[in-house]
T-cell receptor, first 112, second 113 residues
Framework: SQQGEEDPQALSIQEGENATMNCSYK?????LQWYRQNSGRGLVHLIL?????REKHSGRLRVTLDTSKKSSSLLITASRAADTASYFC????????????FGSGTRLLVRP | EPEVTQTPSHQVTQMGQEVILRCVPI?????FYWYRQILGQKVEFLVS????????KSEIFDDQFSVERPDGSNFTLKIRSTKLEDSAMYFC???????????FGPGTRLTVL
């Protein structure tokens, strides 16, 4: 699989439930970031976790990072219909350009 | 709050034509990027630009592509002779320095007919 693969590819939950998305990557990283994209729109930065951090919170978002397993998870608690979007992880590698390598994304549908 | 802007929001062109996609990064940022996203697929890195030169480019960024920062504020992506497979959403991004959050523009949807 490619750098930054998410699973599941699609997730459908009821409003109020929690949503968990996972991301795996292959190479060493400086940090891992999660972005959100509403259909056909731009990318909105959600949260960044550095390689020396294991967990980070921001509002209803909780991100974990396990560098030994090269994996991360994004938890959205108490989901709302407005959370319906695609969620991408992106790794910021060790090269000098600091380019982002994106995963294939999880499409989240929150049913009202 | 400062933001990255892109114009146009949607560009339709005929195959073989040249297009220029424009971006205005956040003013004190030093690193600039172009990414593209073919419909339904992942976001792919095209090119990074730092200190007035390309610092890295992907395999996608062939001789048909070029970037410029002509006046210290605009950052442009030129596709010399567009192909059908160039149809995609093109995102510009910038960051102030080093590793960390990249700030993305709203994108330009390019449709090649």
């Amino acid at each position: 699989s490619q750098q930054g693969e998410e699973d599941p590819q699609a997730l459908s939950i009821q409003e109020g439930e929690n949503a968990t998305m996972n991301c795996s990557y292959k190479t060493s990283i400086n940090n891992l970031q999660w972005y959100r994209q509403n259909s056909g729109r731009g990318l909105v930065h959600l949260i960044l976790i550095r390689s020396n951090e294991r967990e980070k919170h921001s509002g209803r978002l909780r991100v974990t990072l396990d560098t030994s397993k090269k994996s991360s998870s994004l938890l959205i608690t108490a989901s709302r219909a407005a959370d319906t979007a695609s969620y991408f992880c992106a790794t910021d590698g060790m090269d000098s350009s600091y380019k982002l390598i994106f995963g294939s994304g999880t499409r989240l549908l929150v049913r009202p | 709050e400062p933001e990255v802007t892109q114009t146009p929001s949607h560009q339709v062109t005929q195959m073989g034509q040249e297009v220029i996609l424009r971006c205005v990064p956040i003013s004190n940022h030093l690193y600039f990027y172009w990414y593209r996203q073919i419909l339904g697929q992942k976001v792919e890195f095209l090119v990074s630009f730092y200190n007035n030169e390309i610092s890295e480019k992907s395999e996608i960024f062939d001789d048909q592509f070029s970037v410029e920062r002509p006046d210290g504020s605009n950052f442009t992506l030129k596709i010399r002779s567009t192909k059908l497979e160039d149809s995609a959403m093109y995102f510009c991004a910038s960051r102030p320095t080093g590793p960390g959050e990249q700030f993305f523009g709203p994108g330009t949807r390019l449709t090649v007919l």
